[in-house]
């Protein structure tokens, strides 16, 4: 190994396994980071190093900088990039970690496993013709749009660092600042990966894939009748829930691929994803979704379509017998959308202070929602409004409509027994008071691209707790001005 790739010491605090390592050869190649010329650390999550029981002062040290731009690799890692297949856009196509190398898995102090993966830290065997570098800005994306979610209490893959390479990198508007970010996870196994199993390795492999996947998330299933079955339903459960959680916060990924749709139940992949301001359900940022395909209220019916891809590719292993398992498997599939609504009503109900069900509530949540289309209002400040009963600040206010379903919504919460404050406090830990509006986001990209990381500082910070709804974070619940183009997200490369 060159000198460029000496291991570090463990002062660090890394203590890794490589578990992912001991699969078929058919799911990875090892695959060491390429250097970058000048590595410098431009962020750093000191809560997480902590959580992962690493230590802050020493990452933040030469030794340290120098593993998260890709210039050595920690004590026990075995780096590798991993084969995985996907959907794109609905069209099926093999790929892999063009531009991500994990160097292994992190054990904390608790016990618990995480994935720590480099991204942008040059070509592996699956890059495809692309350099696998990549640029300052979308990976500082990466890190606050992860952290806000984060803090949104929505299961996430969380960013640990961003480090420059001093490197510039070629995209179609010239040359750009290279980065690589470190990316943790509760692990990187996609639906994709299976699908990948199921186009190219055998029915062991894919058996080996299925295992590693329960033993890693889901071990409580291992003793079922179905272990298979219960891997599938598990992940359906996580899947249906992590999707309401978007919904309910309007995120909207733009990409949702079978190869960003994690077994785990966290959001990844971070590329043309932005934050719904005006409510409308045919949302679309992402630059290349023409169709609308992953438009906001879409994402629930997507999430459907790539589970039922995932479902196909475990038939082999849910019975010997393929209508048997056709079978097993749509039984499966049809609780997706039940799971998903009642995660999506509950959440709905939360953040309109209801502690109770009626019949009703969905007439009310829908009346709501179409009345903020029909003006349209802003999702997150709407909610906000009602939270800290501040109506006149809705575009809603002065509406007829809107008079008269406050007084249905009022009396609904007066059909319940907890207290006028105690569903207040309910929306206040329901409804963000802030989210990572794409016009903060894009003025913090612009000023760190310039040298000043102080923008996306103070943005991190108003984002951190976003339910406290304090007066520090009033300044980012303003709305961007008019535009005379719509917001536009890129898959940044």
Same mark, same amino acid.
């Given at each position: 190994?060159?000198?460029?790739?000496?291991?570090?010491?463990?002062?660090?605090? &890394?203590?890794?396994?490589?578990?992912?390592?001991?699969?078929?050869?058919?799911?990875?190649?090892?695959?060491?980071?390429?250097?970058?010329?000048?590595?410098?650390?431009?962020?750093?999550?000191?809560?997480?190093?902590?959580?992962?029981?690493?230590?802050?002062? @020493? +990452?933040?040290?030469?030794?340290?900088?120098?593993?998260? @731009?890709?210039?050595?690799?920690?004590?026990?890692?075995?780096?590798?990039?991993?084969?995985?297949?996907?959907?794109?856009?609905?069209?099926?196509?093999?790929?892999?970690?063009?531009?991500?190398?994990?160097?292994?898995?992190?054990?904390?102090?608790?016990?618990?496993?995480?994935?720590? %993966? +480099?991204?942008?830290?040059?070509?592996?065997?699956?890059?495809?013709?692309?350099?696998?570098?990549?640029?300052?800005?979308?990976?500082? #994306?990466?890190? =606050? =749009?992860?952290?806000?979610?984060?803090?949104?209490?929505?299961?996430?893959?969380?960013?640990?660092?961003?480090?420059?390479?001093?490197? +510039?990198?070629? #995209?179609?508007?010239?040359?750009?600042?290279?980065?690589?970010?470190?990316?943790?996870?509760?692990?990187?196994?996609?639906?994709?990966?299976?699908?990948?199993?199921?186009? &190219?390795?055998?029915?062991?492999?894919?058996?080996?894939?299925?295992?590693?996947?329960?033993?890693?998330?889901?071990?409580?299933?291992?003793?079922?009748?179905?272990?298979?079955?219960?891997?599938?339903?598990?992940?359906?459960?996580?899947?249906?829930?992590?999707?309401?959680?978007?919904?309910?916060?309007?995120?909207?990924?733009?990409?949702?691929?079978?190869?960003?749709?994690?077994?785990?139940?966290?959001?990844?992949?971070?590329?043309?994803?932005?934050?719904?301001?005006?409510?409308?359900?045919?949302?679309?940022?992402?630059?290349?979704?023409?169709?609308?395909?992953?438009?906001?209220?879409?994402?629930?019916?997507?999430?459907?379509?790539?589970?039922?891809?995932? @479902?196909?590719?475990?038939?082999?292993?849910?019975?010997?017998?393929?209508?048997? @398992?056709?079978?097993?498997?749509?039984?499966? =599939?049809?609780?997706?959308?039940?799971?998903?609504?009642?995660? &999506?009503?509950?959440?709905?109900?939360?953040?309109?202070?209801?502690?109770?069900?009626?019949? %009703?509530?969905?007439?009310?949540?829908?009346?709501?929602?179409?009345?903020?289309?029909?003006?349209?209002?802003?999702?997150?400040?709407?909610?906000?409004?009602?939270?800290?009963?501040?109506?006149?600040?809705?575009?809603?206010?002065?509406?007829?409509?809107?008079?008269?379903? =406050?007084?249905? &919504?009022?009396?609904?919460?007066?059909?319940?027994?907890?207290?006028?404050?105690?569903?207040?406090?309910?929306?206040?830990?329901?409804?963000?008071?802030?989210?990572?509006?794409?016009?903060?986001?894009?003025?913090?990209?612009?000023?760190?691209?310039?040298?000043?990381?102080?923008?996306?500082?103070?943005?991190?910070?108003?984002?951190?707790?976003?339910?406290?709804?304090?007066?520090?974070?009033?300044?980012?619940?303003?709305?961007?001005?008019?535009?005379? +183009?719509?917001?536009?997200?890129?898959?940044?490369?």
């Amino acid at each position: 190994m060159s000198a460029n790739h000496l291991h570090t010491t463990s002062d660090a605090g &890394w203590n890794f396994d490589n578990s992912y390592a001991r699969l078929p050869e058919i799911f990875f190649s090892s695959q060491t980071p390429s250097p970058g010329r000048a590595p410098k650390l431009v962020v750093f999550n000191d809560r997480l190093a902590a959580t992962l029981g690493l230590n802050a002062k @020493a +990452l933040k040290g030469e030794a340290g900088v120098e593993v998260f @731009a890709g210039n050595r690799v920690p004590e026990g890692a075995s780096p590798l990039a991993q084969a995985y297949a996907g959907h794109q856009f609905g069209h099926f196509t093999r790929l892999g970690d063009g531009r991500a190398v994990l160097l292994g898995e992190q054990i904390t102090p608790s016990g618990e496993r995480f994935d720590i %993966q +480099l991204k942008g830290p040059g070509r592996t065997p699956y890059s495809r013709g692309g350099d696998g570098r990549a640029a300052l800005g979308p990976m500082l #994306r990466e890190y =606050i =749009i992860s952290e806000a979610m984060h803090a949104l209490g929505i299961p996430t893959t969380r960013s640990l660092a961003v480090a420059t390479t001093g490197e +510039l990198v070629f #995209r179609e508007t010239g040359g750009l600042p290279g980065a690589v970010l470190t990316r943790v996870a509760a692990s990187h196994l996609r639906v994709g990966t299976f699908q990948y199993a199921a186009a &190219w390795g055998t029915v062991e492999d894919l058996r080996a894939l299925a295992d590693y996947a329960i033993e890693r998330h889901d071990p409580e299933v291992k003793d079922a009748d179905n272990r298979y079955l219960a891997l599938l339903q598990e992940v359906i459960k996580r899947q249906a829930a992590l999707i309401a959680k978007w919904q309910l916060v309007g995120f909207i990924h733009g990409v949702m691929n079978t190869d960003n749709m994690t077994i785990s139940g966290e959001t990844i992949d971070y590329g043309p994803c932005a934050f719904m301001d005006t409510y409308d359900p045919k949302t679309v940022f992402s630059s290349i979704d023409r169709q609308g395909r992953y438009a906001y209220g879409n994402q629930p019916y997507i999430g459907g379509w790539n589970l039922a891809r995932f @479902a196909e590719t475990l038939l082999p292993l849910l019975h010997d017998e393929e209508e048997k @398992a056709v079978e097993i498997a749509q039984e499966a =599939i049809a609780e997706y959308s039940k799971e998903h609504h009642r995660h &999506w009503l509950t959440g709905m109900r939360a953040k309109l202070g209801l502690f109770n069900e009626e019949e %009703q509530d969905t007439a009310l949540i829908e009346g709501l929602l179409n009345m903020m289309q029909q003006h349209k209002a802003d999702f997150t400040n709407t909610f906000r409004a009602l939270t800290l009963d501040k109506l006149e600040e809705t575009v809603l206010f002065g509406a007829p409509e809107f008079a008269d379903w =406050i007084v249905q &919504w009022q009396e609904r919460r007066g059909r319940q027994p907890e207290s006028k404050d105690a569903s207040y406090e309910r929306m206040r830990k329901t409804n963000p008071a802030v989210i990572p509006r794409n016009h903060r986001v894009e003025a913090a990209l612009e000023s760190a691209n310039e040298g000043d990381y102080s923008v996306m500082e103070n943005l991190l910070a108003a984002l951190a707790d976003p339910y406290a709804h304090s007066p520090e974070q009033e300044e980012y619940t303003t709305l961007p001005g008019p535009a005379a +183009l719509p917001y536009r997200t890129f898959c940044g490369t």
